[in-house]
């Protein structure tokens, strides 16, 4: 029998989230994944009136605020026929687009990229040969020797204080960093400048929606009116302004995310490009409708699944087929009404808590069990991977021409097989290739939405159906969107005006869920089996692929030895 590690909770991510893993001979054998706080949502949303619920499934996150709203109005919109107008369309868009953007580089800064660069090493750099690899690799204006030498310095007084403040307590000197002092160096100052601009591009929901991180929404379109004259409404200055924060949301990516994310592939893909690849399935629901939400066809995002990596085909995915998806609660801490080993599609779904697991704090998990407050998603009866690589895999065998630049682009410079996207570094790139689309895209709705307004056509809403007095006595619908962590899909049924069951399943349903019924892993746990581990005590390794996936679920980092006895703690950071 190995040795079992308990990380417990998985830091630089939102939520709560425990990784115990086996490890023999250095490697990891066998992992099980739990959520450890219950969600619920579901419960306080019955008996509500359906045009309100996105108001509170927002909620549900403080970081992936916008789409749990999209997906919330989308299912309400589907159950009662409603079709938005397009201005409404593209300005969903355009939300939609500035959340994966900041979602996406705050993700690779801030709680990624310390997985893979070295704070403290930053102080051994050379800052004019820090300035000379930063100009090789981009055009980027904040490359002087001084700028990195003026970073430096900050750091250090940090480090001489004895308090390293917001890099505190990392993993710093482990044996599985690879970047050279000058590279580091780099990335802390990006790492800055990352917190400046993240706080920019996210007034673009402000405009749109009146507040981040929780935009308001609207079922029948968007709560903003398009008047160019007037200083209450969308003008002219204000979407003059869009625009100017879109332009530097794509010089950024395509300046700085994109060559910083290279750089450090390069120095990892000769082994992250072969570990951490886990199930071999990759669900899409796509978005970005360019000709309405109901022509799947027209999505910047297509839908599909592949199946074992089988790049030569898609599958088509529909959520409103109850023999497709369905949730599992065999080792989750909900009961069935007909039993735990039962599958249900969402609309017929049941959220019935049932905590059956170890007392806090320390007890270890009986992972033969119930060991998990997710529920176990299946397509088909199969576990699937969503997020990032999911969708640029099922663009890529889709046959889209821009999926193929973007990834031909990353594998020639790396010089690395297709096959390298299957892994724990492939899931990683994979998040910023679709950030140049995605900003790529975000201009093309703007230009659209200019358009639309130019020749006349002001339309955010339609009120045909807002009323409830015209809603037929029962209704069922489903919205689906993609999150930046991936497929995201809410399930409601609406009786007598009122919702009579809501479901929510969520990218981390998905990856992070327990084992099913049949014993058969879910993304996280089948990811880290075969990692090595350097150092059991400090388990870098267990964080890059996790966080590989972004995990929307937060705080300190406590660890355990097999027997539950306290080894080592590392405060949040």
């Known amino acids: 029998m190995g040795q079992r590690i308990v990380v417990d909770p998985i830091t630089r991510i939102e939520g709560h989230l425990r990784i115990e893993a086996e490890i023999k001979d250095g490697?990891?054998?066998?992992?099980?994944?739990?959520?450890?706080?219950?969600?619920?949502i579901e419960l306080i949303l019955k008996g509500r009136d359906p045009r309100d619920a996105w108001a509170f499934t927002e909620r549900v996150c403080g970081v992936c605020t916008t789409v749990h709203a999209l997906a919330s109005v989308r299912t309400v919109e589907n159950a009662l026929k409603i079709t938005i107008p397009p201005n409404a369309e593209l300005i969903r868009n355009l939300m939609f687009c500035t959340q994966y953007m900041q979602d996406h580089v705050v993700h690779f800064y801030h709680l990624h990229a310390l997985d893979w660069?070295?704070?403290?090493?930053?102080?051994?750099?050379?800052?004019?040969?820090?300035?000379?690899?930063?100009?090789?690799?981009?055009?980027?204006?904040?490359?002087?020797p001084g700028y990195f030498s003026d970073v430096q310095k900050r750091v250090a007084k940090?480090?001489?204080?004895?308090?390293?403040?917001?890099?505190?307590?990392?993993?710093?000197?482990?044996?599985?960093?690879?970047?050279?002092?000058?590279?580091?160096?780099?990335?802390?100052?990006?790492?800055?400048?990352?917190l400046e601009w993240q706080k920019e591009i996210v007034k673009v929901h402000t405009i749109f929606g009146g507040k981040n991180p929780h935009p308001n929404y609207l079922v029948g379109g968007v709560p903003c009116a398009i008047n160019i004259e007037e200083s209450n409404a969308l003008n002219a200055e204000r979407l003059a302004y869009v625009g100017t924060l879109l332009a530097q949301a794509k010089d950024f990516i395509n300046q700085v995310y994109i060559p910083d994310l290279l750089a450090v592939a390069s120095f990892y893909k000769s082994d992250w490009g072969a570990i951490g690849g886990g199930i071999s399935n990759y669900l899409a629901y796509g978005d970005l409708p360019t000709n309405g939400y109901e022509d799947v066809s027209s999505f910047k995002f297509p839908r599909g699944?592949?199946?074992?990596?089988?790049?030569?085909?898609?599958?088509?995915?529909?959520?409103?087929?109850?023999?497709?998806?369905?949730?599992?609660?065999?080792?989750?801490?909900?009961?069935?009404s007909d039993g735990d080993k039962g599958s249900k599609h969402p609309w017929e779904g049941e959220t019935k808590l049932n905590y059956t697991g170890p007392k806090?704090?320390?007890?270890?998990?009986n992972v033969s069990e119930k060991y998990s407050w997710l529920k176990t998603p299946r397509w088909k009866g199969h576990a699937m991977e969503v997020g990032p690589l999911s969708r640029m895999l099922v663009g890529y065998a889709s046959g889209k021409d821009e999926y193929k630049e973007v990834i031909h682009y990353a594998l020639q410079k790396l010089d690395v097989p297709v096959t390298a996207l299957f892994s724990t570094l492939g899931r990683t790139a994979a998040r910023g290739l679709e950030s140049v689309l995605v900003a790529k895209w975000s201009t093309e709705f703007y230009d659209q939405l200019l358009a639309n307004i130019k020749n006349g056509d002001t339309?955010?809403?339609?009120?045909?159906?807002?009323?409830?007095?015209t809603w037929p006595s029962e209704a069922k619908g489903v919205g689906m969107t993609e999150a930046p962590r991936?497929?995201?899909?809410?399930?409601?049924?609406?009786?007598?005006?009122?919702?009579?069951?809501?479901?929510?399943?969520?990218?981390?349903?998905?990856?992070?869920?327990?084992?099913?019924?049949?014993?058969?892993l879910s993304a996280y746990e089948a990811a880290l089996i075969g990692t090595p581990i350097a150092d059991p005590e400090n388990p870098l390794e267990i964080l890059r692929t996790i966080h590989s996936f972004d995990p929307c679920l937060a705080c300190a980092v406590h660890l355990y030895d097999n027997k539950g006895k306290y080894v080592h703690q590392v405060k949040t950071f």
């Open 158 to 194: 940090f480090v001489e204080s004895g308090q390293l403040g917001i890099f505190a307590n990392g993993y710093w000197g482990h044996s599985a960093y690879k970047l050279p002092p000058e590279a580091n160096l780099m990335a802390v100052a990006h790492y800055l400048e990352a």
């Open 27 to 40: 490697i990891i054998v066998d992992a099980y994944s739990s959520g450890t706080m219950v969600r619920g």
């Open 117 to 144: 660069v070295d704070v403290v090493s930053a102080l051994k750099a050379n800052p004019a040969a820090t300035s000379a690899l930063a100009q090789s690799i981009s055009s980027w204006p904040r490359s002087s």
């Open 486 to 520: 991936g497929a995201l899909a809410h399930w409601i049924r609406i009786k007598d005006k009122l919702i009579d069951n809501y479901q929510l399943v969520v990218p981390s349903t998905w990856n992070a869920s327990p084992r099913d019924q049949n014993g058969n």
């Open 459 to 469: 339309r955010t809403f339609v009120a045909d159906k807002w009323d409830p007095e």
């Open 360 to 365: 806090p704090p320390y007890e270890s998990l």
């Open 305 to 336: 699944i592949i199946m074992n990596r089988n790049l030569s085909e898609v599958i088509p995915v529909d959520g409103t087929d109850p023999d497709q998806i369905q949730e599992q609660i065999a080792h989750s801490y909900y009961d069935y």
